[in-house]
């Protein structure tokens, strides 16, 4: 595997992680469990995604990197809530009201 994209919604060792680890739904990782998954897949390089707003990146990426061993990022805020926008074509070519002719042969 070229990269691995994995959530480090938390830090390890903090109180909210700790309560989340012994919650019935268990659904986030720390930044260590991320690091620590990617290794096991043995993913060349390590994406972080999903942190806390206001969370040290720097930390998360270290302590990811600490038991992945290898590169990784963290993406970037512009991907959190940034809309994206369709522009549409005005010379496109828009569907006409007359029918198709079946005179043509599709190879």
Known sequence: MDLAICEATFRDGTPIAEQAAFSDVGIHLTALEAG???????????LLTHLLPGEDREGAK????SAYGGEVAVAGQWARRRPLRVRRDPDAVRPSDEPVQATEKRV
């Not at 270290?62 to 990197?65: G, P």
Request: aromatic residues 0%; positive net charge.
């Open 62 to 65: 270290a302590e990811a990197a």
């Open 36 to 46: 620590a998954m990617a290794r096991a897949s043995g993913a060349r390089s390590l």
